[in-house]
């Protein structure tokens, strides 16, 4: 029995009569599936993104290989990829599921080296592991598929999802793309299937299911669910989109941290201004841009991101987003530096640092405090409710740093050692190094004051005065 009964008025997929498509029970007995899992399907018959997020153990990726087969059977020799962000988690749980479903008589032919699997009817499935590596990307090329499926699609970088959308070039196919993952707060999947914020977005349609939607699992299981620690419980179970997924900084939240409808223009004037700055160039450079309040508030209210930026064009960036508030009299309080920056180079000997110093007249303060201690003020800081963020595009590639950067994962015997200390993933993090270094660096910097401008220019002084009281009230 197929798993779902396709609207005919819907495009339609053509199966093979010979070929029996369905979810089964542990016995093997054929099953219908649940509301959620039938929608998933469905949306993939009038959509080409498709998204379902949710929590463990709802089925998601035994939702996944069902699509996988059909795609593949639907099509003579079609071409699709099964990914999850590292091959060994793909093993253990996609291909070793897709091992269980797959009956070996559809089999043509396998090649477990190169991972990938042929079906008598020529379609093929290759499994890889998507990870933002230079590797990863190398091995998207070139590849013409049919579709792709991903597993945890909130372990894998946008980056990596867009550039497997443009090999969806296959003829003969229904060029489409879906996914599973666990809710991972307010990253670039919720941007792009819950809020919409997408060019076309009525080609993405999101699908939503509970642990407890899985009604084959068994009372004492969801009893053992509930006994588990919270913070496993917000990792995997992802009843919903606030609830971060065991981050480093779990304590950040929608309601608490983030300002929506201010802009830079918002910003008092006698607000102290800072920059700071994670160099890169493979690597993202993030130079974020901060404004603190006499209460002591941190305001994130923009910041330059890119990669494969030169220093000159990094530089030039970072003026030009700097220049309203210095043609206005302004003075950043501090510019701090990540310590890549002291790193010298090859040809001239000088440091990034002299460079941007000497030739581009910003002046980096280069930051030493040890990560935990940088990360523990930071933290303080969102407990406290002085650590905000603006709400507008520019930051989006922060929100995505900041639902995704976890502690490293530790491996059994370690989490039997209660004093190990937790050491985050040096991946991924170039925002959160250019934020945690600025945060660490506050407890040298005084309070403004509400009499204090820090416009030099005292024409300037007399006109934003007038103001003071107005510029105070959108705090409230």
């Given at each position: 029995?197929?798993?779902?009964s396709?609207?005919?008025?819907?495009?339609?997929?053509?199966?093979?009569?010979?070929?029996?498509?369905?979810?089964?029970?542990?016995?093997g007995t054929?099953?219908?599936?649940?509301?959620?899992?039938?929608?998933?399907?469905?949306?993939?018959?009038?959509?080409?993104?498709?998204?379902?997020?949710?929590?463990?153990?709802a089925?998601?990726?035994?939702?996944?290989?069902?699509?996988?087969?059909?795609?593949?059977?639907a099509y003579?020799?079609?071409?699709?990829?099964l990914?999850?962000?590292?091959?060994?988690?793909?093993?253990?749980?996609?291909?070793s599921?897709?091992?269980?479903?797959?009956?070996e008589?559809?089999?043509?032919?396998?090649?477990?080296?190169?991972?990938?699997v042929?079906?008598?009817?020529?379609?093929?499935?290759?499994?890889?592991?998507?990870?933002?590596?230079?590797?990863?990307?190398?091995?998207?090329?070139?590849?013409?598929?049919?579709?792709?499926?991903?597993?945890?699609?909130?372990?894998?970088?946008?980056?990596?999802?867009?550039?497997?959308?443009?090999r969806?070039?296959?003829?003969?196919s229904?060029r489409?793309a879906?996914?599973?993952?666990?809710?991972?707060g307010?990253?670039?999947n919720?941007?792009?299937?819950?809020?919409k914020?997408?060019?076309?977005?009525?080609?993405?349609?999101?699908?939503?299911?509970?642990?407890?939607?899985?009604?084959?699992?068994?009372?004492?299981?969801?009893?053992?669910?509930?006994e588990?620690?919270?913070?496993?419980?917000?990792?995997?179970?992802?009843?919903?989109?606030?609830?971060?997924i065991?981050?480093?900084?779990?304590?950040?939240?929608?309601?608490?941290?983030?300002?929506?409808?201010?802009?830079?223009?918002?910003i008092?004037?006698?607000?102290?201004?800072?920059r700071?700055?994670?160099?890169g160039?493979?690597?993202?450079?993030?130079?974020?841009?901060?404004?603190?309040?006499?209460?002591?508030?941190?305001?994130?209210?923009?910041?330059?991101?890119?990669?494969?930026?030169?220093?000159?064009?990094?530089?030039?960036?970072?003026?030009?987003?700097?220049?309203?508030?210095?043609?206005?009299?302004?003075?950043?309080?501090?510019?701090?530096?990540?310590?890549?920056?002291?790193?010298?180079?090859a040809?001239?000997?000088?440091?990034?640092?002299?460079?941007?110093?000497?030739?581009?007249?910003?002046?980096?303060?280069?930051v030493?405090?040890?990560?935990?201690?940088?990360?523990?003020?930071?933290?303080?800081?969102?407990?406290?409710?002085?650590?905000?963020?603006?709400?507008?595009?520019?930051?989006?590639?922060?929100f995505?740093?900041l639902?995704?950067?976890h502690?490293?994962?530790?491996?059994?015997?370690?989490?039997?050692?209660?004093?190990m200390?937790?050491?985050?993933v040096?991946?991924?993090?170039?925002?959160?190094?250019a934020?945690?270094?600025?945060?660490?660096?506050?407890?040298?910097?005084?309070?403004?004051?509400?009499?204090?401008?820090?416009?030099?220019?005292?024409?300037?002084?007399?006109m934003?005065?007038?103001?003071?009281?107005?510029?105070?009230?959108?705090?409230?």
């Amino acid at each position: 029995m197929n798993p779902v009964s396709p609207n005919p008025q819907k495009k339609y997929l053509k199966m093979n009569p010979n070929v029996e498509i369905c979810y089964r029970m542990e016995d093997g007995t054929p099953s219908d599936p649940f509301d959620y899992q039938k929608e998933f399907h469905e949306a993939i018959l009038t959509h080409s993104r498709v998204l379902c997020g949710g929590g463990f153990g709802a089925g998601k990726t035994a939702m996944l290989i069902i699509e996988a087969f059909r795609q593949s059977w639907a099509y003579e020799n079609n071409q699709g990829v099964l990914g999850r962000k590292d091959m060994p988690r793909l093993t253990a749980t996609v291909i070793s599921l897709f091992d269980e479903m797959c009956p070996e008589n559809w089999i043509k032919a396998r090649n477990k080296k190169e991972n990938w699997v042929q079906f008598k009817n020529g379609s093929k499935i290759f499994f890889m592991g998507l990870d933002n590596s230079k590797e990863a990307k190398e091995k998207i090329k070139g590849r013409n598929l049919g579709w792709f499926g991903l597993d945890q699609q909130e372990e894998i970088s946008e980056d990596v999802y867009w550039a497997l959308t443009t090999r969806l070039r296959r003829k003969n196919s229904s060029r489409v793309a879906f996914g599973v993952m666990n809710r991972a707060g307010h990253d670039w999947n919720h941007r792009v299937w819950k809020k919409k914020d997408i060019k076309n977005p009525k080609n993405f349609y999101l699908v939503e299911c509970q642990t407890e939607m899985n009604t084959h699992l068994t009372k004492d299981y969801m009893d053992g669910m509930d006994e588990l620690p919270d913070r496993w419980k917000r990792k995997n179970l992802g009843r919903n989109w606030d609830n971060p997924i065991g981050l480093i900084f779990d304590n950040f939240n929608w309601e608490d941290h983030v300002m929506k409808g201010k802009h830079i223009k918002d910003i008092p004037s006698y607000y102290y201004r800072f920059r700071s700055i994670d160099h890169g160039f493979t690597n993202p450079t993030a130079c974020l841009f901060f404004a603190r309040s006499p209460d002591g508030v941190n305001y994130l209210y923009d910041m330059h991101y890119r990669t494969e930026f030169t220093l000159r064009e990094n530089a030039d960036a970072i003026k030009r987003k700097s220049y309203d508030f210095l043609q206005k009299g302004g003075v950043f309080k501090g510019n701090f530096g990540c310590r890549s920056l002291a790193k010298r180079q090859a040809t001239d000997k000088r440091s990034y640092a002299d460079i941007y110093s000497s030739e581009h007249g910003l002046h980096w303060s280069i930051v030493y405090t040890a990560v935990g201690a940088a990360i523990d003020t930071m933290t303080d800081l969102i407990n406290q409710k002085k650590f905000i963020v603006f709400d507008t595009p520019a930051l989006q590639p922060f929100f995505d740093e900041l639902y995704n950067w976890h502690w490293k994962d530790l491996k059994p015997q370690q989490e039997i050692d209660t004093n190990m200390p937790e050491v985050p993933v040096d991946k991924d993090n170039h925002a959160m190094e250019a934020a945690y270094n600025y945060c660490s660096k506050l407890t040298n910097v005084n309070m403004p004051t509400d009499d204090e401008s820090i416009f030099v220019n005292k024409r300037i002084k007399d006109m934003f005065g007038k103001k003071r009281q107005k510029e105070v009230s959108w705090l409230s």
